[in-house]
């Protein structure tokens, strides 16, 4: 059974940081491009960052970009998002997903396969 478990959120004040993990049971790890995304009270899911297999080619949302950066360790199954500069709007539920490498980059929800249950990242002004 496939399980992502995402973990590193809470409370932080805005200008700071937070480095949200996501454990991933898939196997093998690397035949799976990651996702993050995020999701606000009464919004829709909405894309953050990507990564492929290998680590190499990464995307991000524009409004992230800059103050994000996502990372991947294939030999711990894990996949990382480490958030720097955060701001009030940044406040929502963290979700990683997974979508098989041969299917590329995408940055709708819809496209991914798999979904963990999410963190909750809250940052106070």
């Known amino acids: 059974q496939v399980q992502l478990v995402e973990s590193g959120g809470g409370l932080v004040q805005v200008g700071g940081s937070l480095r949200l993990s996501c454990a991933a049971s898939?196997?093998?790890?690397?035949?799976?491009?990651m996702g993050w995304f995020r999701q606000a009270p009464g919004k829709e899911r909405e894309f953050v960052a990507h990564?492929?297999?290998?680590?190499?080619?990464?995307y991000y949302a524009d409004s992230v970009k800059g103050r994000f950066t996502i990372s991947r360790d294939n030999a711990e199954n894990t996949v990382y998002l480490q958030m720097n500069s955060l701001k009030p709007e940044d406040t929502a539920v963290y979700y990683c997903a997974a979508r098989g490498y041969l299917r590329g980059v995408s940055y709708s929800a819809a496209a991914y396969d798999y979904w963990g249950l999410g963190t909750q990242v809250t940052v106070s002004s």
């Open positions: 898939i196997r093998p790890f690397s035949n799976y491009n």
């Open positions: 990564i492929n297999w290998s680590g190499s080619t990464t």
